[in-house]
């Protein structure tokens, strides 16, 4: 006897082609569902369309749309401004009451922080139908936009099913997953292993052009947007208590990319001049700084087979995010899964240190101090051992915990169990 099939609807900020980490997630959830064998779904995604948000799409007019992503129809919203980061669209509660008309799911995903989304999507609601929220973060930035809210959160969360967690460690840090508890289930984000595994198979010898590129340095490799949460003034600052052993390559880009480039080259003017301070007045008082600063290498946007090359090539990975934005880190559980050592700072109620702990996979430093960050890069340097230690703990980390196949296998038993009560 044939199974019904169970319509669920993504409800994400953007999805693929746009690059994000939510996105990335909601794409997914998507794939696990497509491949289950024991239940059959039906799918849609309902979204903001990407266009003149980020990258390629940069200055593209947005506009309403529907197409197809991997077979699964994506309804996207022309996005008219963004205000608190928070994209406005006039078009989005018509379609999304459309989508319901005509759809009917019977399970929402809804991808969280979303308010735009939620405000429409609570009056449309049945009774019999499942809300499950991914908890990607806390509206943490954004102080009257987090007030104006506090309402709906409640509304929300109260309404929900099932809340997914990305780590423990988010729950209790969260204002509001603490208060549902009963309600959370802890799925972590995961990483694409095969991808890695075909690149590494198919690209030895990029990778090894990479390390024999650097094969005098420790090569330290850091991965993100730059923006304030992601902390990489504090590996620049950190930058002043290294030496020239180390080359520390930055990948990515965003609003504080200039700005950066600007602290590393004030960096280097004030080191010269303390230089030549130092040189021309006898007995002149130390200071705990190297005589050759390290070289920073702003990469920026770099193709996935480059920034795979580097994960293999690199000693020591930094992700020196300071706050709760940053909830889970995929990039550093992928450098972990290429057995590299970590260098984190400690977040509070974060999910970074529930992928990362530190003294078992990395070095975990007091939040926002560059002297400690630059002592554990200054010790995983002058301990290969250690690194190889950190850097195995790290790769069987994930092989544990965060693999996509462990993620689909999670996201399928949920759905099963919140579908059959």
């Known amino acids: 006897m044939a199974m019904d099939k169970i319509r669920v609807l993504h409800i994400s900020k953007y999805y693929h082609p746009f690059s994000g980490g939510t996105e990335l997630v909601a794409r997914q959830c998507v794939r696990t569902l497509q491949e289950s064998v024991h239940q059959e779904y039906e799918q849609a995604v309902f979204c903001f369309d990407h266009k003149g948000m980020k990258g390629p799409f940069a200055g593209e007019r947005s506009e309403d749309s529907v197409d197809l992503v991997d077979g699964i129809r994506v309804v996207r919203c022309a996005c008219e401004a963004k205000i608190a980061s928070q994209s406005i669209s006039f078009s989005y509660r018509r379609r999304l009451t459309a989508v319901f008309q005509q759809f009917n799911p019977d399970v929402v995903i809804l991808h969280y922080p979303n308010p735009f ?75 694409d292993e095969k991808k890695l595994e075909d690149h590494l198979m198919k690209n030895s010898q990029a990778v090894d052009r990479v390390r024999q590129r650097y094969q005098e340095k420790i090569l330290c490799l850091a991965v993100g947007r730059h923006v304030e949460y992601k902390g990489f003034r504090y590996l620049i600052e950190a930058a002043q208590y290294l030496d020239e052993r180390f080359t520390i390559v930055m990948m990515g880009a965003g609003p504080l990319t200039e700005k ?77 899964y290429c057995g590299k050592p970590a260098v984190t700072f400690t977040i509070e109620g974060s999910g970074v240190n529930y992928v990362s702990p530190g003294g078992v996979t990395g070095i975990e430093c007091p939040n926002r ?53």
């Open 369 to 421: 101090d560059s002297r400690a960050y630059a002592a554990a890069m200054r010790l995983l340097a002058d301990r290969p051992d250690l690194r190889e230690q950190y850097g195995q703990a790290a790769r069987k980390r994930v092989e544990e915990l965060f693999l996509y196949r462990q993620f689909s296998r999670h996201i399928q038993e949920l759905l099963q169990e919140l579908t059959t009560t």
């Open 117 to 191: 989304a939620t405000h429409y999507l609570m009056p449309l609601l049945k009774p019999k139908q499942k809300l499950m929220i991914f908890w990607h973060l806390d509206i943490v930035k954004q102080r009257i936009l987090r007030k104006l809210f506090i309402g709906q959160n409640r509304c929300l969360l109260d309404r929900a099913d099932c809340i997914i967690a990305t780590s423990p460690n988010y729950i209790e840090g969260s204002q509001w997953l603490r208060q549902y508890r009963e309600k959370c289930v802890v799925i972590p984000n995961c990483i």
């Open 260 to 336: 950066l480039k600007q602290q590393a080259k004030e960096l280097e003017n004030h080191h010269d001049n303390q230089r030549r301070k130092s040189a021309s007045v006898a007995g002149s008082e130390s200071i705990e700084r190297a005589d050759s600063l390290p070289d920073i290498i702003f990469a920026g946007l770099v193709s996935d087979e480059e920034l795979r090359n580097y994960l293999y090539a690199c000693d020591i990975f930094c992700f020196p995010s300071i706050t709760k934005n940053e909830a889970f880190g995929i990039a550093l559980a992928e450098a972990m």
